[in-house]
């Protein structure tokens, strides 16, 4: 009689790779009426902390700013600029420094996202910006939820997700910043490829490659699930995948060449505007090692940038541990090795957090009794970095 009513799911061994070590418990988000408001309720949790921190740090450092000032912060002036005014019509070179001519380094799909939301909210782009804020990051979460769930399971997915929406990098929640949006992007491409939904995969990369430069990794992602689905099934529908996806950088790319009449434009204002080129991880091997000469005036950051390096290893570690599938292991290391090799970007903190694969293997095989003090101090990090960072004093802000 035991065995006979015993659940399915109790008894069931749990999907191919899951870890032997972990006991088989429910996942929380069973006991919800819809598994997937998990993930929602913990992004609400999210902006909890958000509002917090900022009204805290208000408070710490004795000011009384309105909550657009934490919101419209810094690159949030360009996404909501290319929303309301769009690109400049012609822009000055050599490079003038001006912010409006900046406003070519950005991505366009996050912007056009605004710009529609607008016409729903009688073209207030404020208001606008931050319906799309919430929208990406609620996205996002569902997304790392659903994919999570999906290669591994349920409890993992809890688990992943919770990371996710606490880890330091997720201070872009509370900026009118493009990364949520990646992610959502990059989880629904990543589930179309392991789906074998090659067109679907292929739209969804184009708006990707679109959407942040950092989304180019799909292009690989989907030409070697492409080559495994050919090797394997003979399956050559899948090239819709890697022959779709550039086409959203490719586009822009051509717009700005046709516009400004040079079709590096693009590469030209990153190096001159932003400083952002490759540098092979020369950078960030100074920033960890305490040899970059700027470490001594910016300390915090510097720590700081430490501290998300290990964790990037780690996290790449656990992922490759956890034998997921291909394309997800895949699009984790291109990303971190993107943040590695590159000057400008190195390894703070919404950088290597679109990496979000990283989360789901460390779900999948941190130990309960070293799970939970990771979470508490990750949400702790996330706090400080969201009161510390437009009020700091020591540093440049990541």
Not at 161 to 179: D, H, K, N, Q, R
Not at 220 to 230: F, N
Request: glycine share 8%; proline share 8%.
């Amino acid at each position: 009689m035991a065995a006979t009513d015993a659940s399915p799911e109790r008894t069931s061994p749990g999907p191919r790779g899951a870890d032997p070590d972990l006991p088989r418990r429910s996942a929380l988000s069973d006991r919800l009426p819809r598994p997937w408001l998990f993930p929602l309720l913990v992004f609400a949790v999210t902006w909890l902390l958000i509002l917090a921190a900022w009204y805290g740090s208000d408070a710490i450092y004795g000011q009384s700013h309105p909550w657009t000032w934490h919101f419209l912060f810094k690159d949030a002036t360009y996404y909501l600029g290319i929303a309301e005014h769009g690109y400049p019509p012609r822009l000055p070179w050599p490079w003038n420094g001006s912010p409006i001519a900046a406003r070519a380094a950005f991505f366009p799909v996050f912007s056009l996202l605004i710009r529609l939301i607008s016409l729903l909210t009688g073209g207030n782009y404020l208001v606008a910006g931050l319906v799309a804020s919430i929208l990406a990051g609620a996205a996002s979460a569902v997304g790392v939820w659903v994919l999570a769930a999906r290669v591994r399971d349920r409890r993992v997915a809890d688990r992943a997700v919770m990371l996710y929406c606490f880890f330091p990098g997720a201070i872009t929640f509370s900026l009118l910043y493009s990364e949520p949006l990646a992610v959502a992007l990059g989880a629904a491409a990543l589930l179309a490829l392991l789906d074998r939904r090659w067109l679907l995969a292929g739209i969804i990369g184009a708006l990707g490659t679109a959407e942040r430069p950092t989304l180019i990794v799909l292009v690989v992602v989907s030409g070697v699930a492409a080559a495994q689905a050919i090797w394997t099934r003979r399956e050559w529908r899948a090239l819709l995948a890697p022959a779709l996806t550039p086409l959203g950088v490719l586009g822009f790319f051509g717009y700005l060449g046709h516009r400004y009449h040079d079709y590096a434009f693009w590469f030209r204002v990153e190096k001159a505007g932003w400083n952002q080129h490759t540098d092979w991880g020369v950078h960030t091997l100074h920033m960890v090692l305490w040899a970059d000469p700027g470490t001594a005036h910016y300390k915090v950051f510097n720590v700081l940038l430490i501290v998300m390096f290990v964790a990037a290893v780690a996290g790449v570690a656990m992922m490759l541990a956890a034998r997921l599938p291909v394309p997800v292991s895949l699009f984790g290391v291109l990303v971190v090795a993107m943040c590695l090799v590159s000057y400008g970007e190195s390894t703070k903190p919404r950088f290597v957090w679109t990496a979000f694969p990283l989360f789901i293997g460390a779900a999948a095989k941190l130990p309960r009794a070293i799970y939970w003090p990771v979470l508490l101090l990750s949400a702790a990090g996330l706090v400080f970095l969201i009161g510390w960072w437009p009020n700091h004093y020591v540093g440049p802000a990541p």
